[in-house]
């Protein structure tokens, strides 16, 4: 079987959420800043966002733009901007160093898909309240002990099996015997200082 961190579904859903969150379900413009066109894996996330902002609970989310680029150019565009995602580690830095930068803390909030020690600076200095990634320590437990049930013959590893992995729960396999471990891990001010020493 193979076990992916997360999945394309989870990622989508959680950095809409979180900006959600960010801007207390109050809404407003929020645009979505991606590495490049070509960008498969970016492209995915990005249409799962779209769908999720049709949700009722996320109305006041205004998605004004997905671009390719950079943040200042956002700013500039839409002055009233309140968030925006980046959901690649290169392009959450460089908004939350632009954020910073153009003094637009506590007016425009970034979160997307980022690592703790390269988003450190920007979440004390309040650019980003919350980012997420997949927690590399999670992931390697459930490894484990997901080898552990196959050693002792526990699991088969079938399409459709509910396999167990300890305090990280259950997975059930699908058709290609895959399984997503969890939604995006999130990190904020409270956990930064531990993680940013990790990776």
């Known amino acids: 079987m193979h076990l992916n961190p997360s999945n394309t579904d989870l990622i989508g859903y959680k950095q809409i959420d979180m900006i959600s969150k960010t ?9 979505v800043l991606s590495a490049t066109a070509q960008a498969t ?3 995915a996330w990005i249409a799962v966002m779209k769908d999720v902002l049709k949700r009722p609970k ?3 989310l205004q998605l004004v733009e997905v671009a390719y680029g950079e943040a200042l150019a ?3 565009k839409y002055p009233n901007l309140k968030g925006i995602i980046a959901p ?3 392009g959450i830095a460089a908004a939350g160093k632009a954020v910073v930068d153009q003094k637009l803390v506590g007016k425009v909030f970034v979160t997307g898909l ?4 390269e988003m450190i600076s920007y979440v004390k200095a ?3 309240d919350t980012f997420a990634i997949w927690n590399p320590i999670d ?3 459930s490894a484990v002990y997901l080898a552990y049930q196959f050693a002792t013959n526990k699991a088969k590893g079938t399409a459709g099996e509910k396999i167990m992995m300890g305090r990280m729960g259950s997975i059930t396999l699908d058709k290609n015997t895959e399984a997503a471990m969890a939604e995006p891990f999130v990190f904020d001010k409270t956990n930064i200082d531990k993680f940013a020493k990790i990776f």
Do not use: E, M, W
Request: aromatic residues 10%.
């Open 88 to 90: 690649t580690t290169v």
């Open 23 to 31: 801007l207390k379900g109050q809404g407003g413009q929020i645009a």
């Open 41 to 43: 894996n970016q492209n």
């Open 58 to 60: 996320y109305k006041n």
């Open 74 to 76: 956002l700013f500039k």
């Open 139 to 141: 992931l390697g437990y």
């Open 114 to 117: 980022g690592l703790p020690s």
């Open 126 to 128: 309040g650019a980003v």
